[in-house]
């Protein structure tokens, strides 16, 4: 089945750890997203893609990064800059730009 | 830049009523798309119904419509006769400059 697999589901990290988060999808989309969602607010844009070997600083990329090497995959790394990592992280793809975005089931990172 | 307000937090609603739901955006974009997003307490993030700028006609999908206003910049999300299991966080977002944001949400609960 086409979809976005996000993994892992549930990570615990130490702190000043970097970790990865796994984004991979067989939509044969152009466009990637990564979000960051805290309880009971909205998504933010931490980084986007819209090809191969090209991505974007969304509005809160600092503490964050990315690669984009396969058109199926988009990996994010909470690096220990960021201040605050605890939280639900969200990614997403589109056919192109102008289109509705397929979400992941998403992970949820605590750092101790 | 784009930003995107939703001004009710939170909403009760008596089941069968109807319910809207409010979203003003701000881009300079004269092309963009608008979205209603329902995230339920599992976390999943579902699309609900997409406006384009250009679409003359509000957006309509089952029980879904979209009031789009855009003198006004808004972009309401209307659900007829709502349901128990409408209750969930809704957000709206759009899509501009290559990039999806979306606001900060409204969570609506159905009362029975």
């Known amino acids: 089945d086409g979809g976005i697999t996000q993994s892992p589901k549930y990570l615990f990290r130490k702190e000043g750890q970097n970790v990865t988060l796994s984004c991979e999808q067989n939509?044969?989309?152009?466009?990637m997203y990564w979000y960051r969602q805290d309880p009971g607010q909205g998504l933010r844009l931490i980084y986007y893609?819209?090809?191969?070997?090209?991505?974007q600083k969304g509005d809160i990329a600092e503490g964050y990064s990315v690669s984009r090497e396969k058109k199926e995959s988009f990996p994010l790394t909470v690096t220990s800059a960021q201040k605050n990592p605890t939280a639900f992280y969200l990614c997403?793809?589109?056919?192109?730009?102008?289109?509705?975005?397929?979400f992941g089931e998403g992970s949820r990172l605590t750092v101790l | 830049a784009q930003k995107i307000t939703q001004t009710q937090p939170g909403m009760f609603v008596q089941e069968k009523e109807a319910v809207t739901l409010d979203c003003t955006y701000d881009?300079?974009?004269?092309?963009?798309?608008l979205f209603w997003y329902k995230q339920p307490s599992s976390g999943e993030m579902i699309f609900l119904i997409y406006?384009?700028?250009?679409?003359?006609q509000n957006a309509t999908e089952g029980r879904y419509s979209l009031n789009f206003q855009k003198a006004r910049k808004s972009a309401n999300l209307v659900i007829s006769a709502s349901q128990l299991g409408d209750s969930a966080m809704y957000f709206c977002a759009s899509l501009a400059d290559d990039k999806i944001i979306f606001g900060k949400g409204t969570r609506l609960h159905i009362l029975p």
């Open positions: 406006q384009g700028s250009y679409d003359e």
């Open positions: 893609s819209q090809i191969v070997n090209d991505f």
């Open positions: 997403a793809s589109s056919m192109m730009p102008y289109g509705e975005l397929f």
């Open positions: 881009t300079s974009d004269q092309s963009y798309g």
């Open positions: 939509l044969n989309h152009d466009a």
